[in-house]
């Protein structure tokens, strides 16, 4: 029993411990992630070597067939059609942003700095350009920061009309624990098994499978 105890205790830690997520960007994106006493660097990727040419080149291996049984994406869209695509379509939105809505509301924000100076070659383009940028950035930023549960976090938004091109730059500092990863994961990924096997059954498919084969429909 002692040692089922300190497993579960082990587990419990393990998943209580958060996931610190790092980004920032100047001239490039760079993300990097630690758990613990792990470090990942998530980008800007590695280069990866190139590989050594082999010799001999063995001839592919032929792809064993699909069974019949296995409807492909093309086949499934002609029998559902166009309407059938943008229901998909509509409830994989709706499923996207619940799981989002979720996802960060457990995210906790430490700290949160976006600077964009807004410039192009002409002045009248530039107010306009600001005009729009100020109208999509705090907006935005402010519902992500709600959703997150973050109250001190800056924005600012300038115009350059000294310089011809813009600049951005951005720096976030974000955790969340694994436990709700692995859930929020778990969860999105069963609901969009459903969705998929909703949409290859087909209008009335669960309706026929329920019935023998033989019964009369009333």
């Known amino acids: 029993m002692l040692a089922v105890a300190v497993i579960v205790l082990i587990l419990a830690l393990l998943l209580a411990s958060p996931v610190s997520v790092s980004a920032s960007f100047e001239q490039e994106l760079t993300v990097t992630a630690r758990y613990l006493f792990l470090r990942f660097r998530l980008l800007p990727q590695k280069e990866k070597k190139p590989a050594r040419k082999k010799k001999e080149e063995k001839p592919e291996a032929e792809k064993p067939q699909e069974p019949a049984s296995k409807k492909s994406f093309r086949d499934i869209l002609k029998k559902r059609g166009v309407s059938?695509?943008?229901?998909?379509?509509?409830?994989?939105?709706?499923?996207?942003?619940?799981?989002?809505?979720?996802?960060?509301?457990?995210?906790?924000?430490?700290?949160?700095?976006?600077?964009?100076?807004?410039?192009?070659?002409?002045?009248?383009?530039?107010?306009?350009?600001?005009?729009?940028?100020?109208?999509?950035?705090?907006?935005?930023?402010?519902?992500l920061m709600q959703a997150c549960g973050c109250r001190r976090f800056g924005v600012s938004v300038v115009p350059d009309f000294q310089r011809s091109k813009s600049e951005v730059r951005f720096r976030m500092r974000a955790r969340i624990s694994l436990f709700y990863i692995l859930r929020e994961g778990l969860s999105a990924l069963l609901r969009a098994a459903k969705l998929w096997q909703k949409f290859q059954s087909g209008p009335g498919g669960a309706r026929q499978a329920e019935q023998p084969p033989g019964a009369k429909s009333t």
């Open 84 to 143: 059938g695509l943008l229901e998909l379509l509509s409830e994989a939105a709706s499923l996207a942003g619940s799981v989002l809505r979720r996802f960060f509301s457990h995210v906790r924000v430490s700290q949160f700095d976006l600077f964009l100076a807004v410039a192009t070659e002409d002045a009248a383009e530039t107010a306009l350009l600001y005009g729009r940028a100020c109208a999509a950035a705090y907006p935005a930023v402010g519902a």
